[in-house]
Protein backbone atom coordinates (compact mmCIF):
# COMPACT_ATOMS: atom_id res chain seq x y z
CA UNK A 1 0.00 0.00 0.00
CA UNK A 2 1.32 3.30 -0.98
CA UNK A 3 2.13 5.97 1.66
CA UNK A 4 2.01 9.68 1.74
CA UNK A 5 5.33 11.32 1.05
CA UNK A 6 7.94 12.54 3.74
CA UNK A 7 9.01 16.17 2.52
CA UNK A 8 12.59 15.91 4.49
CA UNK A 9 15.34 13.46 5.24
CA UNK A 10 16.82 13.16 9.27
CA UNK A 11 19.86 15.25 6.91
CA UNK A 12 17.60 18.07 6.61
CA UNK A 13 16.17 18.13 9.95
CA UNK A 14 19.68 18.28 11.21
CA UNK A 15 21.10 21.08 8.98
CA UNK A 16 18.26 23.68 10.24
CA UNK A 17 18.22 22.70 13.61
CA UNK A 18 21.85 20.85 14.25
CA UNK A 19 20.72 20.46 18.01
CA UNK A 20 17.84 18.25 16.88
CA UNK A 21 19.40 15.04 18.59
CA UNK A 22 19.17 16.78 22.16
CA UNK A 23 15.26 16.42 21.96
CA UNK A 24 14.50 12.49 22.04
CA UNK A 25 11.87 11.74 24.27
CA UNK A 26 13.86 9.59 26.41
CA UNK A 27 13.07 9.48 30.24
CA UNK A 28 15.58 8.08 32.89
CA UNK A 29 13.85 5.39 35.12
CA UNK A 30 14.82 5.75 39.16
CA UNK A 31 13.48 3.86 41.89
CA UNK A 32 14.31 0.41 41.16
CA UNK A 33 13.80 -2.16 43.62
CA UNK A 34 15.19 -6.18 43.34
CA UNK A 35 13.48 -9.43 44.93
CA UNK A 36 15.20 -13.03 43.26
CA UNK A 37 16.93 -10.73 40.24
CA UNK A 38 13.47 -8.93 39.39
CA UNK A 39 13.83 -5.55 39.07
CA UNK A 40 11.10 -3.92 38.99
CA UNK A 41 10.32 0.15 39.03
CA UNK A 42 6.87 1.52 39.68
CA UNK A 43 4.86 4.63 38.13
CA UNK A 44 7.37 4.18 35.38
CA UNK A 45 4.87 5.86 32.39
CA UNK A 46 4.12 3.32 29.41
CA UNK A 47 7.50 1.76 28.71
CA UNK A 48 7.82 0.44 24.90
CA UNK A 49 11.43 0.41 24.18
CA UNK A 50 14.12 0.30 27.04
CA UNK A 51 17.51 1.22 27.57
CA UNK A 52 20.25 0.25 29.62
CA UNK A 53 23.36 2.30 29.82
CA UNK A 54 22.54 4.14 26.51
CA UNK A 55 22.18 0.62 24.75
CA UNK A 56 18.41 -0.74 23.86
CA UNK A 57 17.55 -3.90 25.18
CA UNK A 58 17.43 -6.56 22.66
CA UNK A 59 15.54 -9.52 25.04
CA UNK A 60 12.03 -10.25 24.76
CA UNK A 61 9.35 -8.78 25.98
CA UNK A 62 8.23 -11.34 27.94
CA UNK A 63 4.02 -11.27 28.34
CA UNK A 64 4.45 -13.72 32.09
CA UNK A 65 6.99 -12.36 34.47
CA UNK A 66 10.62 -11.88 33.29
CA UNK A 67 12.61 -14.94 34.38
CA UNK A 68 15.79 -14.54 32.08
CA UNK A 69 18.43 -12.16 31.99
CA UNK A 70 17.34 -9.49 28.89
CA UNK A 71 13.57 -10.52 29.69
CA UNK A 72 10.97 -7.48 30.76
CA UNK A 73 7.80 -6.32 30.18
CA UNK A 74 5.40 -3.48 31.15
CA UNK A 75 2.08 -4.13 32.90
CA UNK A 76 0.11 -1.34 31.99
CA UNK A 77 -2.88 -2.23 35.23
CA UNK A 78 0.12 -1.85 37.48
CA UNK A 79 1.92 1.02 35.98
CA UNK A 80 4.91 -1.06 36.53
CA UNK A 81 7.98 -2.12 34.86
CA UNK A 82 9.45 -5.29 35.23
CA UNK A 83 13.40 -6.40 34.52
CA UNK A 84 15.31 -9.62 34.75
CA UNK A 85 19.12 -9.36 35.39
CA UNK A 86 21.17 -11.45 37.59
CA UNK A 87 24.33 -9.96 36.68
CA UNK A 88 23.10 -6.52 37.98
CA UNK A 89 22.60 -6.36 42.49
CA UNK A 90 21.11 -2.98 41.94
CA UNK A 91 19.41 -1.39 39.16
CA UNK A 92 19.63 2.11 40.41
CA UNK A 93 23.39 1.75 39.59
CA UNK A 94 22.52 2.17 36.06
CA UNK A 95 21.02 4.35 33.99
CA UNK A 96 17.39 2.99 32.52
CA UNK A 97 15.84 4.55 30.49
CA UNK A 98 12.62 4.33 28.08
CA UNK A 99 12.34 5.93 25.24
CA UNK A 100 12.10 5.28 21.49
CA UNK A 101 14.71 4.75 19.23
CA UNK A 102 15.53 8.38 17.98
CA UNK A 103 15.43 7.22 14.02
CA UNK A 104 12.12 6.02 14.37
CA UNK A 105 11.18 8.77 16.14
CA UNK A 106 12.56 10.94 13.77
CA UNK A 107 10.93 9.26 10.82
CA UNK A 108 7.52 9.57 12.66
CA UNK A 109 8.05 13.46 13.35
CA UNK A 110 9.18 14.38 9.89
CA UNK A 111 5.88 12.59 9.01
CA UNK A 112 3.46 13.99 10.83
CA UNK A 113 5.74 17.53 9.70
CA UNK A 114 4.89 16.69 6.05
CA UNK A 115 1.07 15.95 6.50
CA UNK A 116 0.62 19.55 8.73
CA UNK A 117 2.78 21.07 6.19
CA UNK A 118 -0.08 19.24 3.50
CA UNK A 119 -2.72 21.04 5.52
CA UNK A 120 -1.39 24.62 5.45
CA UNK A 121 -0.81 25.50 1.93
CA UNK A 122 -3.27 26.25 -0.43
CA UNK A 123 -6.08 23.92 -1.74
CA UNK A 124 -4.70 25.34 -5.86
CA UNK A 125 -1.12 23.64 -4.32
CA UNK A 126 -1.35 19.79 -5.12
CA UNK A 127 -2.51 17.66 -2.07
CA UNK A 128 0.45 16.18 -1.67
CA UNK A 129 3.47 18.33 -2.95
CA UNK A 130 5.60 16.98 -6.20
CA UNK A 131 9.64 15.58 -6.73
CA UNK A 132 11.41 17.67 -9.33
CA UNK A 133 13.21 15.63 -12.76
CA UNK A 134 15.94 14.44 -9.72
CA UNK A 135 13.46 12.94 -8.05
CA UNK A 136 13.51 15.75 -5.10
CA UNK A 137 11.35 17.75 -3.45
CA UNK A 138 11.37 21.29 -3.97
CA UNK A 139 14.32 23.20 -1.29
CA UNK A 140 11.10 24.99 -0.03
CA UNK A 141 9.09 21.91 0.95
CA UNK A 142 12.36 20.22 2.40
CA UNK A 143 12.84 22.94 4.20
CA UNK A 144 9.74 24.14 5.05
CA UNK A 145 9.39 20.22 6.48
CA UNK A 146 12.19 20.31 8.25
CA UNK A 147 11.39 23.00 10.31
CA UNK A 148 7.97 22.16 11.37
CA UNK A 149 9.58 18.98 12.44
CA UNK A 150 12.20 20.57 14.68
CA UNK A 151 9.13 22.95 15.99
CA UNK A 152 7.36 19.34 16.91
CA UNK A 153 10.82 17.75 18.54
CA UNK A 154 11.27 20.61 20.65
CA UNK A 155 7.96 21.56 22.08
CA UNK A 156 7.36 17.89 23.41
CA UNK A 157 9.82 19.29 25.78
CA UNK A 158 9.23 22.99 26.06
CA UNK A 159 5.88 23.93 24.75
CA UNK A 160 7.02 27.74 25.60
CA UNK A 161 10.15 27.38 24.05
CA UNK A 162 11.39 30.48 22.06
CA UNK A 163 13.65 28.70 19.91
CA UNK A 164 10.80 26.61 18.89
CA UNK A 165 8.52 30.30 17.69
CA UNK A 166 11.14 31.60 15.71
CA UNK A 167 11.49 28.38 13.20
CA UNK A 168 7.96 28.03 12.89
CA UNK A 169 7.71 31.82 12.28
CA UNK A 170 10.00 30.78 9.48
CA UNK A 171 8.06 27.76 8.57
CA UNK A 172 5.17 30.19 8.12
CA UNK A 173 6.68 32.78 6.43
CA UNK A 174 7.63 30.09 3.71
CA UNK A 175 3.87 28.80 4.04
CA UNK A 176 3.24 32.41 2.91
CA UNK A 177 4.50 32.32 0.34
CA UNK A 178 3.66 29.38 -1.44
CA UNK A 179 0.59 30.38 -0.68
CA UNK A 180 0.28 33.66 -2.13
CA UNK A 181 2.11 32.67 -5.09
CA UNK A 182 5.37 34.57 -4.04
CA UNK A 183 7.34 31.49 -4.02
CA UNK A 184 7.72 29.18 -6.90
CA UNK A 185 8.18 25.54 -7.25
CA UNK A 186 9.72 23.74 -10.16
CA UNK A 187 6.72 21.66 -11.47
CA UNK A 188 4.77 25.24 -12.19
CA UNK A 189 4.49 27.21 -15.37
CA UNK A 190 5.67 30.96 -14.30
CA UNK A 191 4.73 34.44 -16.22
CA UNK A 192 8.75 33.40 -17.84
CA UNK A 193 8.43 30.10 -18.18
CA UNK A 194 8.22 31.11 -21.75
CA UNK A 195 11.10 32.71 -22.00
CA UNK A 196 13.38 29.59 -21.18
CA UNK A 197 15.23 28.54 -18.20
CA UNK A 198 18.49 27.72 -19.12
CA UNK A 199 20.51 24.83 -17.36
CA UNK A 200 24.08 23.49 -17.92
CA UNK A 201 23.91 19.99 -19.06
CA UNK A 202 28.34 20.49 -19.42
CA UNK A 203 29.77 23.01 -19.61
CA UNK A 204 33.90 24.07 -18.93
CA UNK A 205 34.35 26.78 -16.76
CA UNK A 206 35.12 30.25 -18.58
CA UNK A 207 33.90 29.28 -21.35
CA UNK A 208 31.32 31.38 -23.52
CA UNK A 209 27.81 30.63 -22.83
CA UNK A 210 24.03 31.26 -23.45
CA UNK A 211 23.05 34.06 -21.31
CA UNK A 212 19.76 35.08 -22.58
CA UNK A 213 16.88 34.64 -24.35
CA UNK A 214 14.48 36.44 -25.83
CA UNK A 215 10.92 36.35 -27.22
CA UNK A 216 7.98 33.80 -26.21
CA UNK A 217 8.16 30.16 -27.11
CA UNK A 218 4.96 29.41 -29.40
CA UNK A 219 4.68 25.55 -28.58
CA UNK A 220 4.14 23.19 -25.83
CA UNK A 221 6.85 22.19 -23.14
CA UNK A 222 10.01 21.21 -24.46
CA UNK A 223 13.61 20.79 -22.98
CA UNK A 224 15.28 22.68 -25.95
CA UNK A 225 18.70 21.04 -26.64
CA UNK A 226 21.77 23.70 -27.47
CA UNK A 227 25.31 22.38 -28.02
CA UNK A 228 28.50 24.23 -29.15
CA UNK A 229 29.37 21.99 -32.61
CA UNK A 230 32.74 24.28 -33.09
CA UNK A 231 34.73 25.91 -30.32
CA UNK A 232 36.61 29.44 -30.83
CA UNK A 233 36.17 32.77 -30.62
CA UNK A 234 33.33 34.63 -31.28
CA UNK A 235 34.71 36.04 -34.61
CA UNK A 236 32.76 33.77 -36.84
CA UNK A 237 34.60 30.46 -36.22
CA UNK A 238 32.38 29.27 -33.04
CA UNK A 239 29.58 27.54 -33.69
CA UNK A 240 26.24 26.14 -32.20
CA UNK A 241 23.40 23.89 -33.05
CA UNK A 242 19.62 23.50 -31.60
CA UNK A 243 17.18 20.56 -31.31
CA UNK A 244 13.65 20.41 -30.62
CA UNK A 245 11.04 18.34 -29.59
CA UNK A 246 10.05 15.50 -32.72
CA UNK A 247 6.91 12.75 -32.19
CA UNK A 248 9.02 10.45 -30.11
CA UNK A 249 11.75 12.62 -28.39
CA UNK A 250 12.02 15.98 -26.34
CA UNK A 251 14.61 18.23 -27.60
CA UNK A 252 17.48 17.33 -24.70
CA UNK A 253 16.98 13.75 -26.14
CA UNK A 254 18.28 15.10 -29.58
CA UNK A 255 14.50 15.23 -31.41
CA UNK A 256 14.72 17.42 -34.26
CA UNK A 257 17.21 19.73 -35.29
CA UNK A 258 16.38 23.13 -36.34
CA UNK A 259 19.74 25.22 -36.24
CA UNK A 260 22.94 23.81 -37.77
CA UNK A 261 26.48 24.91 -36.69
CA UNK A 262 25.24 28.58 -36.88
CA UNK A 263 28.51 31.19 -36.13
CA UNK A 264 28.05 32.81 -33.11
CA UNK A 265 28.41 36.41 -32.97
CA UNK A 266 27.37 37.89 -29.53
CA UNK A 267 23.93 38.66 -30.66
CA UNK A 268 20.38 37.62 -30.35
CA UNK A 269 20.50 34.64 -32.63
CA UNK A 270 18.09 31.99 -33.97
CA UNK A 271 16.61 29.63 -31.08
CA UNK A 272 13.48 28.27 -32.69
CA UNK A 273 9.51 28.82 -31.67
CA UNK A 274 9.54 32.43 -31.46
CA UNK A 275 12.98 32.66 -29.07
CA UNK A 276 15.92 33.80 -29.50
CA UNK A 277 19.04 33.34 -27.77
CA UNK A 278 22.29 35.63 -27.22
CA UNK A 279 25.80 33.67 -26.05
CA UNK A 280 28.31 35.30 -24.15
CA UNK A 281 31.69 35.10 -21.83
CA UNK A 282 33.26 36.81 -18.78
CA UNK A 283 35.78 38.77 -20.79
CA UNK A 284 36.47 40.11 -24.31
CA UNK A 285 38.68 36.97 -24.78
CA UNK A 286 37.01 34.04 -24.11
CA UNK A 287 35.81 30.95 -26.34
CA UNK A 288 33.48 28.74 -27.29
CA UNK A 289 34.29 25.11 -25.89
CA UNK A 290 32.78 22.48 -28.81
CA UNK A 291 30.64 19.86 -27.05
CA UNK A 292 29.55 22.64 -24.41
CA UNK A 293 25.65 21.66 -23.91
CA UNK A 294 22.67 23.40 -22.68
CA UNK A 295 19.16 22.53 -21.83
CA UNK A 296 15.82 25.16 -21.92
CA UNK A 297 13.03 24.07 -20.78
CA UNK A 298 10.24 26.35 -22.13
CA UNK A 299 5.81 26.06 -21.83
CA UNK A 300 3.84 27.93 -24.57
CA UNK A 301 2.97 31.62 -23.46
CA UNK A 302 -0.19 30.81 -23.57
CA UNK A 303 -0.57 28.34 -21.30
CA UNK A 304 -2.23 28.80 -17.83
CA UNK A 305 0.18 30.23 -15.21
CA UNK A 306 0.18 28.22 -12.12
CA UNK A 307 1.85 30.63 -9.54
CA UNK A 308 0.30 33.85 -9.54
CA UNK A 309 0.15 36.13 -6.56
CA UNK A 310 -3.62 37.06 -8.19
CA UNK A 311 -6.40 34.53 -7.21
CA UNK A 312 -9.74 34.26 -7.31
CA UNK A 313 -12.39 33.45 -4.47
CA UNK A 314 -16.28 32.52 -4.55
CA UNK A 315 -18.49 35.00 -3.49
CA UNK A 316 -22.27 34.46 -3.08
CA UNK A 317 -25.54 36.46 -2.30
CA UNK A 318 -27.06 35.78 1.22
Known sequence: ???????????????????????????????WVVSSNLHQCHNSGVVTVLYIDGNEVTGTENTDEPNANGEWRYIEEQDVLQYYDDTISDMNDKLAEAGEDFATLSTRIRANASRYLDAKLDPNLPKEQLKDKEGNFDYIISRTAALIAAV?????????????????????????????????????????????????????????RPVDTRGRWSGSFDLIRVMIVTG???????????????????????????????KINGDYQSLAGGLQIRFGGSTKTSVATATNEWEIEVAGWQEEVDNSAINSVKMTRR
Not at 3 to 26: G, I, M, N
Not at 187 to 196: A, E, I, R, V
Open 1 to 31: MATAPTYCTHRQLKDVFPQVSEFDTKKALYG
Open 232 to 262: GALDGTATYSVWVKDGDKLGNQQGSQVVTAE
Open 152 to 208: FLIRSHDPTSEVANALMEDAQGNIDALNKGAASLSWQTTGDSSKGIIRDVSYTSGSV
